[in-house]
């Protein structure tokens, strides 16, 4: 007498298989199983096909483009001021004995040269230019000075940082002007004066320009 089951069977593919079994007894008391299949299993490539496709009823990977990195912003050297040049001793020389109201050499154009090379310009007044080397006047050391060849005054100033006023009275050798407030004298060149200027003291030498 044949007996027919049906049962499922699991598969290594995405689909199930259904199997039909018949079984037949034999004489000698054994039983023989006949075995149907239904559906097919779906090919191994087609499952390498589709897996980026959803599994298990989740919804497909979304694959976002890959980002690139934005473009280097170009930077730009930043070019540090030129040092001022030191000067020769000749041109050191006629500056000092300006600033200090003694006289102006014939030659005074190699000075303005020397001071050119520190950044100075002759028309920019009395606007001070940092000097590569000290100078002295009256002993006292600068190293900012201004000087002012346009118009109808030569102006020769300079800065002593550090330098108290009575300092530099004393060292120039300057008088009580009669107002009781003001220190100068007059020079073989022009009139020396002392001053404050944004907490600095200066020595002034102011030439007539009509005389040189």
Same mark, same amino acid.
């Given at each position: 007498m044949r007996q027919h089951l049906i049962q499922p069977i699991a598969c290594?593919?995405?689909a199930l298989l259904l199997a039909a079994c018949a079984v037949e007894p034999q004489a000698d008391g054994s039983t023989k199983v006949h075995l149907s299949l239904s559906g097919?299993?779906?090919p191994a490539q087609d499952n390498a096909q589709n897996s980026g496709s959803a599994v298990?009823?989740?919804p497909p990977a979304v694959v976002e483009p890959a980002k690139t990195a934005?473009?280097?912003v170009p930077t730009t050297s930043r070019r540090e001021p030129e040092a001022p040049k030191p000067m020769d001793a000749k041109a050191a020389q006629m500056l000092? @004995? *300006?600033?200090?109201c003694a006289t102006l050499g014939k030659s005074f154009g190699a000075a303005?040269?020397?001071?050119? @090379? *520190?950044?100075w310009r002759s028309d920019q007044g009395v606007t001070p230019v940092q000097l590569a080397q000290p100078l002295k006047v009256f002993g006292l050391g600068t190293q900012k000075i201004a000087v002012s060849r346009d118009g109808g005054e030569q102006v020769y100033r300079s800065y002593l940082p550090g330098v108290s006023l009575q300092q530099a009275v004393k060292a120039a050798s300057l008088k009580l002007g009669k107002d009781r407030k003001t220190y100068g004298r007059l020079t073989k060149l022009g009139v020396l004066t002392v001053d404050t200027e944004n907490g600095e003291?200066?020595?002034t030498c102011t030439v007539d320009s009509e005389q040189y």
């Amino acid at each position: 007498m044949r007996q027919h089951l049906i049962q499922p069977i699991a598969c290594t593919g995405v689909a199930l298989l259904l199997a039909a079994c018949a079984v037949e007894p034999q004489a000698d008391g054994s039983t023989k199983v006949h075995l149907s299949l239904s559906g097919a299993a779906k090919p191994a490539q087609d499952n390498a096909q589709n897996s980026g496709s959803a599994v298990r009823g989740q919804p497909p990977a979304v694959v976002e483009p890959a980002k690139t990195a934005p473009p280097p912003v170009p930077t730009t050297s930043r070019r540090e001021p030129e040092a001022p040049k030191p000067m020769d001793a000749k041109a050191a020389q006629m500056l000092e @004995q *300006a600033l200090s109201c003694a006289t102006l050499g014939k030659s005074f154009g190699a000075a303005e040269s020397a001071l050119q @090379q *520190a950044g100075w310009r002759s028309d920019q007044g009395v606007t001070p230019v940092q000097l590569a080397q000290p100078l002295k006047v009256f002993g006292l050391g600068t190293q900012k000075i201004a000087v002012s060849r346009d118009g109808g005054e030569q102006v020769y100033r300079s800065y002593l940082p550090g330098v108290s006023l009575q300092q530099a009275v004393k060292a120039a050798s300057l008088k009580l002007g009669k107002d009781r407030k003001t220190y100068g004298r007059l020079t073989k060149l022009g009139v020396l004066t002392v001053d404050t200027e944004n907490g600095e003291t200066t020595l002034t030498c102011t030439v007539d320009s009509e005389q040189y």
